[in-house]
């Protein structure tokens, strides 16, 4: 059954149709929100947050064939929420990189760490979330044409800081 299919079935009361959702897009929206964090118990807290809004407002919702955006704008908003909420609760030093498994990933997200909000979840939705342009300019509520253009600068930004953490790191020139 498809998304759309299944928020009806949802609105008219499915448990089944709800339990279902949950599973398609738990652990993408927990992988996105986790990124957006930096603290799982925090991310697992915005998930919690984006189903509870979800189903609450069920009636709301229409079907087009646009729940990952729909979901993935809600968790971006939970998130950002959540990290200016922890930003006043504590110090401005920032999360240690998630855990890798090679040097290459743990550059990245020393890089993905430097980049400001709004360049680092378009590529967290480009590439960890497999979102389209036109789906992450939902998602963030931008034009799609705004999210490419994000796209570019991260892009580059990300260049420029491995460059610059290859260069601290003593491991010369990339390229």
């Known amino acids: ?9 949802a609105r008219d009361g499915s448990q089944e149709a709800m339990a ?10 927990l992988a996105y929100a986790l990124r957006l964090c930096g ?23 229409r079907p087009e064939g646009k729940l990952a955006s729909y979901l993935f704008r809600i968790a971006h908003s939970r998130a950002t929420d959540e990290a ?14 998630s855990p890798t498994e090679t040097p290459d990933g743990a550059r990245l997200n020393r890089a993905l760490d430097t980049l400001p909000p709004h360049l680092k979840e378009v590529v967290i939705l480009r590439l ?8 992450i300019g939902e998602a963030t509520g931008v034009s799609e044409a705004t999210a490419r253009s994000r796209m ?6 990300l260049r420029v800081a491995m460059k610059a953490d290859s260069a601290a790191r003593g491991e010369g020139e990339e390229g």
């Open 20 to 29: 279902e959702l949950y599973r398609r897009y738990a652990g993408r929206l």
């Open 39 to 61: 603290d799982r118990d925090a991310a697992e807290d915005v998930v919690q947050d984006v189903f509870i809004h979800f189903f609450r407002r069920l009636e709301q919702y």
């Open 128 to 135: 960890h979330q497999n979102l389209d342009f036109a789906a």
């Open 152 to 157: 570019r600068y991260a892009l580059e930004a």
């Open 1 to 9: 059954m498809d998304d759309d299919a299944l928020a009806r079935a």
């Open 84 to 97: 200016t909420s922890r930003k006043r609760r504590e110090s401005t030093r920032p999360a240690p990189p």
